[in-house]
């Protein structure tokens, strides 16, 4: 596999670009307006500013990083003549179908669509297209380019020639790639979320303040980060999401989404990528500050 398009250049988007371009593929990468584009080429050129003060990479495959990316807004002929494309628009059904349909058409035959859903079944959104055995689900975690893992989602109709060849690009990738079955949640988040929302859950029940909540599970049960940094990291309203689908999903309102993160979204407060969510990150991001809530 050697060209590539990513659809959605937010955080994931942006990661995967990054990841696909450092190991040599030649990337599309797409969104919805100049500043986004412009935003994600930033993050990129930081993100690789980074890896060189880690010595994960040098100056010269920084350069390299930058020249196997196009960010454009331009659709249909970035997906034409590519064999893979990775969408990572927001999570919703919806939005995500109707790409995945653009894509069924648009197309050469032969290319494989991933969705970098976090928990969306791949089976539904594959059903009624063209060529169900070439969808996949390839679930990156965040922050890409540094989570060594791709949890990949095979649905009812995915051939097991997809499944080989998206295997050994996420190796290529230097990535581990482990299958698992398209359930809601999938693995990682069916785990995950739950925790998150119980985080929040116990906060809002005023039992301990973001701060501690955060350090006990750090400090005591070796997490590297604590669960509301965690929920801040992916964003609250892909929790949110998340959340419902699995309640939807399995029908069991243990799933149900707190009350505190439905408003924390409702008023835009989504975590990291708005500077506040349970810490604030408008002084320092590399410093947030922990939110005092009022119970
Ligand atoms: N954030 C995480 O930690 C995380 C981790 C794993 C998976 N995911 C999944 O990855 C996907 C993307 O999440 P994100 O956090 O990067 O979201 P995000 O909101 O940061 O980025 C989504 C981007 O898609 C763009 N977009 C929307 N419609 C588009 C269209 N029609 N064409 C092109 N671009 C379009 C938006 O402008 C935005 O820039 C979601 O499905 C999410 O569940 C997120």
Do not use: W
Not at 180 to 192: A, E, Q, T
Not at 224 to 246: H, N
Not at 266 to 280: D, P, Q, S, V
Request: glycine residues 6%; positive net charge.
């Amino acid at each position: 596999m050697k060209k590539i398009a990513v659809i959605g250049a937010g955080t994931m988007g942006t990661g995967i670009a990054h990841i696909m371009a450092q190991y040599g593929l030649k990337v599309s990468i797409i969104d919805l307006n100049e500043k986004i584009i412009a935003e994600s080429k930033r993050i990129i050129s930081i993100n690789a500013d980074r890896q060189i003060r880690k010595g994960v990479i040098n100056e010269k495959q920084k350069k390299i990083i930058l020249s196997n990316i196009v960010f454009t807004k331009e659709f249909n002929e970035s997906v034409k003549n590519v064999e893979l494309v990775v969408e990572a628009i927001p999570e919703n059904f919806e939005l995500k179908k109707k790409i995945i349909k653009d894509l069924d058409l648009i197309c050469k035959a032969n290319v494989i669509i991933s969705s970098n859903t976090s928990s969306l079944s791949i089976s539904s959104l594959a059903d009624k297209t063209h060529y169900p055995d070439r969808i996949i689900g390839m679930h990156f975690m965040n922050p890409v380019p540094v989570m060594p893992l791709v949890e990949i989602v095979v649905g009812s109709n995915t051939s097991k020639k997809t499944v080989d060849s998206i295997n050994a690009l996420t190796k290529k990738i230097n990535k581990n790639p482990l299958v698992v079955k398209d359930s809601p949640g999938f693995v990682s988040n069916r785990i995950l979320l739950p925790m998150i929302n119980e985080a929040i859950e116990t906060l809002s029940q005023g039992v301990a303040d973001v701060y501690s909540i955060d350090q006990i599970m750090k400090l005591g049960m070796g997490h590297p980060m604590g669960p509301l940094r965690l929920a801040d990291l992916i964003g609250l309203d892909v929790c949110l999401s998340v959340l419902k689908v699995l309640e939807n999903g399995f029908g069991n309102k243990k799933y149900s989404p707190n009350k505190l993160l439905i408003k924390m979204v409702e008023e835009g407060n989504l975590g990291r990528k708005t500077k506040r969510g349970f810490y604030g990150y408008d002084k320092d991001p590399k410093k947030p500050y922990p939110i005092i809530f009022k119970i």
